[in-house]
């Protein structure tokens, strides 16, 4: 655990001193990415479930015609990659993204619906993290943003 270091002081906290608590408590499943030769965690995502409000114009983005407000989710709530790692391999984050995914699809067709992969883009941090998502497919929630200043929430659409 102690090869991983990444730029912002509270995500390695959380790995070292909160990840295995909260999956204990039944809170988040964390998940390692590990490099195959060294055992290094190269990256690591956290994921809860979630639901999120969508604006009337929001659901019909996505042709949901539903009397609901809150449609189910499972959110990235912290998601971290090695700046070790970062230089010897590219989009880390994304293919951790891409596992997140797999495995919302994994869950509706197993266990329980999940529509929407979202996040909290932390933008308190890096402000450019929002590129990121976005160049991964996810967009603004227009009606959960406007609440925090430190992140922006956004989904992805599992099935697009």
Known sequence: MDSFSCFVTEYNDYLFDDALRSQNDHIALTWLLRERTTGNIAAYMSLIADAIKLSVSEKETHNLNYPFKTIPAMK????????????????????????A??????????LFACRFLTVDADIEHNESVIEFYQK??????????????????????VFV
């Open 136 to 157: 991964n497919g996810f967009v603004p929630n227009s009606e959960m943003n406007g609440k925090r200043n430190k992140t922006i929430s956004m989904r992805k659409d």
């Open 101 to 110: 995914l797999a495995l919302a699809r994994i869950c509706n067709r197993q």
């Open 76 to 99: 990235i709530a912290k998601l971290a990659v090695s700046y070790s790692e970062q230089g010897k391999y590219k989009k880390l984050g994304t293919y951790m993204i891409n596992k």
